[in-house]
Nanobody
Framework: QVQLVESGGGLVQAGGSLRLSCVASGSVFSVYDMAWYRQAPGKQRELVAAISSVGSTNYADSVKGRFTISRDNAKNTVYLQMNSLKPEDRAVYYC?????????WGQGTQVTVSS
């Protein structure tokens, strides 16, 4: 089972940028499909962006053109570059790793966007 640790969250003004990182350990990172989810207060957790083990990406409509997911298999790390942040992007962001029936979650990192 892979262990995940997120970092990079914080407070930013609307229009600003943040880059989230998620470092994996405990298994072969490159074979996992990776994703970022977020959960805002009172809302369900939702998929933000995903990148497969072969590098295919997909994004939620709400973040297309603003967020970019990428991975560095040599560093066992997946990133989420977030630009043009909006107050509605405020949430706890979670890293997710999946391979077949195996799935792991990080502890989450808070992103707050002030208007």
């Amino acid at each position: 089972q892979v262990q995940l640790v997120e970092s990079g969250g914080g407070l930013v003004q609307a229009g600003g940028s943040l880059r989230l990182s998620c470092v994996a350990s405990g298994s072969v990172f490159s074979v996992y499909d990776m994703a970022w989810y977020r959960q805002a207060p009172g809302k369900q957790r939702e998929l933000v962006a995903a990148i497969s083990s072969v590098g295919s990406t997909n994004y939620a409509d709400s973040v297309k053109g603003r967020f970019t997911i990428s991975r560095d298999n040599a560093k066992n790390t997946v990133y989420l570059q977030m630009n043009s942040l909006k107050p509605e992007d405020r949430a706890v962001y979670y890293c997710n790793a999946k391979r077949g029936w195996r799935e792991s979650w990080g502890q989450g990192t808070q992103v707050t966007v002030s208007s």
